[in-house]
């Protein structure tokens, strides 16, 4: 069975979740951080792994 998970991106400045993405817990085990672009912010920022 896989191990991979839906987790959640959330803008780190104004904290919108604007992607899913998924990862493999069993591997990866830090949180993961992205640039991605924000609708929100109208910029790209740091998006971070938040809780579901």
Not at 7 to 22: E, G, P, Q, T
């Given at each position: 069975m ?7 991106l959330?803008?780190?400045k104004c904290?919108?979740v604007n ?5 493999n817990?069993?591997?990866?085990e ?12 109208k ?10």
């Amino acid at each position: 069975m896989s191990q991979d998970q839906l987790i959640k991106l959330a803008c780190d400045k104004c904290k919108h979740v604007n992607y899913w993405s998924r990862k493999n817990k069993k591997k990866v085990e830090r949180k993961i951080e992205l640039q991605k672009f924000c609708n929100w912010c109208k910029k790209k920022t740091v998006h971070k792994e938040s809780k579901k």
